[in-house]
């Protein structure tokens, strides 16, 4: 059974295509900068920001939530930062058993990637 689901960072017709414009490349408009504030957000908490990391970083692309939740607060507050994460489109998730397994999609680096990168019309 699948608890799968992932907000849309990406657009729909291209799996690597940022949510956003680099952005050096154009103003957002009011909806990218929704979805951009929406990641950065997310990013913006330093537990959030370990616990992506390690998800991230975890052999295989994917953690369980018992090897990632030593990130010096409580249990709970370890499931509410994922929840954070998930709603922002950074993480998605699927219960195995008793345990729940984290993965960071490839296309959802990319997107972040693409973001920050510099075009070359404004370089």
Not at 13 to 33: H, M
Not at 89 to 98: A, I, V, Y
Request: charge should be neutral; proline fraction near 7%.
């Amino acid at each position: 059974m699948s608890n799968t689901k992932v907000l849309p960072l990406l657009d729909a017709g291209d799996a690597v295509a940022a949510c956003c414009p680099p952005l050096t490349e154009r103003p957002f408009t009011a909806e990218e900068a929704e979805t951009a504030a929406r990641m950065f957000k997310a990013l913006g908490d330093p537990v959030r920001l370990r616990l992506f990391s390690a998800v991230a970083s975890h052999e295989g692309g994917e953690a369980c939530v018992c090897d990632i939740s030593d990130v010096g607060v409580s249990q709970p507050t370890v499931s509410h930062h994922l929840k954070k994460l998930k709603e922002a489109g950074l993480l998605s998730s699927e219960r195995r058993g008793t345990w729940v397994y984290y993965r960071v999609e490839p296309s959802v680096l990319a997107a972040m990637g693409k973001l920050l990168t510099i075009t070359p019309a404004a370089a």
